[in-house]
């Protein structure tokens, strides 16, 4: 039997090498529960969340930055030798036991503090904040993204397990069927009413079709090899698929066939969005370095200095200030951030508008695939039941001794080509599909 497989089902994704998750008891797997199981496992999706979390820290820590700091300190100084000044020879006035040399600082100094600072006004704070929430909604949007493109490579790695495993059980039925066929040609041939070569002949066809049947197997197993790496589920598990490919919904609705070009489904459409969104918010930013900041700070300490620890002083300080930053003049450094922001923004609405564009043209031809896989698997599925009407006519007139065993191969290969174009045809029609929902982004 000739079946040329699609060759999607050779295509690894990489998306993680073991399964972190539970692994079900009854491992019978739809293709819902298929995506549902990547979702949970795949390391595309995780890192997708994992940015998300992120994204929350990063405003939790932009918040704080506008907030008043609270900072306590402690210091202890013990001189092993205290430094001293020289005294002018004037203060002695002619006293030869005057001192030479004061020390202002005694043996022991300790001091614990604590201040306090705030921000009153920085321009560029509000902006950075506005942003920082504004990249919580574009990693949402990647999120939504990854488990999308994840959808699909699920269901382009399930639908050949399910495609392979149809052909396994229409190759079984027609080993079956030769097999009879064979027996009953063997007792024609014993009671002399046919040929060796006709039994030759089937014995061939027989022989082809399991080496074929072996070769559909091994497919089979790489496909479904392929399905586990994808979904991260464990090699050493077993995993079966529970759907049948001829009862997989064909249909669409008539509106993903003729409406207008769903641009705000496509989530590369959305993220680009919000992308130029945070440009606006990076030009906000880079005006708001123009305008001042000031900040405010207050400080209190308390200071212990004696030769020893029992007979010093105590000295408290209480301070409170204001301080301004005031940008007056940079040669133009900040005039070309800002200029550099809006040239980025300008590129991301050019990026969008390809994109956009792009859109219009997968939709288009997934489309037009989508009709023709369509009207295709229709044709083939019309051969098929053809070829299966002459392939039963040519083996009664056979049995009957009213057709030859020539006649009756050809009608066998006839059936086993056309079964293989049927599967194909379905096969390509689902696909299809799934691009078609892809492009419409849904």
């Known amino acids: 039997m000739k079946f040329f497989p699609p060759t999607v089902f050779l295509l690894f994704v990489s998306l993680g090498l073991s399964a972190q ?56 100084l013990h001189y092993l030798k205290v430094p001293v000044l020289p005294l002018p020879e004037a203060f002695a006035q002619g006293d030869p036991n005057a001192p030479t040399s004061i020390a202002f600082q005694l043996k022991n100094s300790f001091t614990s503090g604590i201040s306090i600072g705030s921000m009153l006004f920085d321009g560029s704070y509000f902006v950075g904040l506005r942003a920082a929430r504004a990249s919580r909604d574009y990693f949402n949007l990647q999120l939504e993204d990854a488990q999308r493109q994840v959808r699909t490579q699920v269901t382009r790695s399930y639908l050949p397990v399910l495609l392979l495993s149809t052909n396994l059980e229409i190759v079984d039925r027609n080993i079956d069927n030769l097999e009879k066929l064979l027996r009953e040609t063997q007792a024609q041939y014993d009671a002399g009413f046919v040929e060796q070569l006709d039994v030759d002949r089937l014995r061939l066809s ?157 939709v288009r031809n997934a489309r037009g695939t989508f009709n023709t896989a369509r009207q295709r698997m229709q044709v083939t599925k019309e051969n098929l039941e053809l070829a299966q009407s002459i392939y039963e006519t040519t083996q009664i007139k056979y049995r009957e001794g009213v057709g030859s065993s020539v006649e009756t191969v050809q009608a066998e290969q006839q059936l086993y080509e056309a079964q293989a174009n049927y599967l194909n045809a379905l096969y390509d029609t689902l696909v299809a599909k799934e691009d078609l929902y892809l492009a419409l982004g849904r």
């Not at 979390?53 to 990063?58: F, G, I, P, R, S």
């Not at 409406?259 to 990076?282: H, M, W």
């Open 21 to 76: 998750e539970e692994v079900p008891q009854t491992q019978v797997y739809t293709l819902q529960n298929a995506v549902d199981y990547a979702f949970l496992n795949s390391n595309t999706i995780r890192n997708a969340r994992v940015d998300i979390l992120d994204a929350e820290q990063n405003v939790r820590e932009r918040l704080s930055t506008g907030l008043p700091q609270i900072n306590g300190s402690l210091d202890f």
């Open 206 to 362: 027989l022989n082809n079709l399991r080496s074929s049947r072996n070769d559909v197997e091994q497919q089979r197993e790489n496909a479904l090899r392929s399905l586990k790496f994808l979904l991260n589920f464990p090699e050493e598990e077993e995993l079966r698929v529970a759907d049948d490919l001829e009862q997989l919904e064909l249909e669409v609705d008539a509106a993903a066939l003729t409406a207008d070009v769903p641009y705000q489904q496509r989530s590369e459409i959305r993220l680009l969005d919000q992308t130029i969104a945070l440009q606006d918010l990076n030009i906000e930013l880079q005006k708001a370095a123009f305008l001042p900041r000031l900040d405010a700070s207050a400080a209190a300490q308390y200071q212990y200095q004696g030769n020893n620890l029992s007979d010093g002083f105590w000295a408290p300080t209480v301070v409170v200030g204001v301080s301004a930053v005031i940008p007056i003049y940079d040669f133009g450094g900040r005039s070309a951030r800002l200029q550099r922001a809006r040239l980025d923004k300008e590129k991301v609405v050019n990026q969008r508008d390809d994109v956009a564009r792009g859109i219009a043209l997968e």
